[in-house]
């Protein structure tokens, strides 16, 4: 029997699968695996929180192919070898699987393409399964990618998705084949409590009850912090056991104004992928230098701490940092605050914060983490580069009555309504009741050392 080879990376699902169903079509068994490349450990990527989510993904991919005849094959160490590994056990003639934007993804697919050339297997790496539309699908005239998000959506939304694909029914795979055993949560310390179940079970039913109950009232309830009107989907995506490109037609059947505002959150991601793939260095260097002048991280190590301890004296600050720890995750209202807080109000290099967010985030994608910090720092796509969120502004606008803030700053639990959101004010004896920290930095100091800094002034 013919055999070929899946190779799962940011793709754990079975529903709609082109490189599985690529090699279900051409070959009489295949090898469903998945690598776990000691490149990417090398790196410092895997944090407990996305290992947690990892292992309950893998659990559940594997649980899904034994309900099809076949199961997961899982390998440790570079991701080159262990392919040619089983290349040669199987006799495999191709290899099947998604196109990444990220650097590490292309260079990954350069050593795998010609390692496989060597032994006559052929690889074959799809486009839209990462991505609703391949990040080279449109491009501007003169271009390689759109640095402006408005003329992207409109070519986006006029390019269309591919078809859905239907799961497998059945998946053979060549008996005989080495496997480590398929990690567990319980293998994951130091996991923040509140990391949610990963796996495509979990995310076929999310999704479900998305679009049921919440995707509707998405456009005006997406930036309430208390409300949390938001999907929830976004580990899903980053992890792959959700489609982008399911998730595109299937919102897309629903009419009104949020699930077209959803919509056009799904295109943000697959803008940010299109610029992560033409310019992989804008994953650590700035997609535009503004010269700015940060401070370094000795100099504004007590800030940095207060920041990431969510001990900065800006409630709504201190509450988006402290969700961050507890869930792996922050409201998409809540990052934008505090990127804006840490990049401009104190003046700290984004990419202090970029490392902070992909230490807890469940989501931790590099394309929309580290673009979305560098828009917020104004050194990315962002048209307004100098614009500045006010934490209190914000907390106020999105979070009106403090309850998003008492959640997750119960020192402050006593105080009623927006007064939650300046503690500060407090007077005498009233201020001394709560064991609150004092602000680390006044506003309008901050806004001068930035504007400073960027030679405004």
Sequence with gaps: MNASIVLFTSDLRLHDHPPLRAALNEADEVVPLFVRDDRVDAAGFPAPNRLAFLADSLTALDEALRERGGHLVVRSGDVVEQVGAVVAETGAGS???AAGASGFAQARERRLRAALAERGCALTVHDCVVTAVAPGAVTPAGGDHFAVFTPYFRRWSQQGVRDVVAAPRTVRVPSGLASERVPARADVREVSPGVPPGGEAVARA?????LRSGVAGYADGHD????????????????????PVELVHRVGKKDGPGPDAFVRQLCWRDFHHQVLAARPRAASADYRDRHDRWRDEHEAADDIEAWRRGRTGFPVVDAAMRQLAHEGWMHNRGRLIVASFLTKTLYVDWRVGARHFLRHLVDGDIAANQLNWQWTAGTGNDT???????????????DPDGTYVRRWVPELAELDGAAVHEPWKLTGLDRARFDYPERVVDLAEGLARFRQGRGRE
């Design 206 to 210: 999310g999704l479900t009850a998305w």
């Design 384 to 398: 307004r580069p100098n614009r500045v969120l006010n934490p209190v502004l914000q907390g106020k606008r999105h």
């Design 95 to 97: 290899v099947h699987m």
């Design 224 to 243: 309430d912090l208390a409300g949390d009107l938001t999907s929830r989907l976004s580990p899903h995506l980053h992890f792959g056991t959700l489609s």
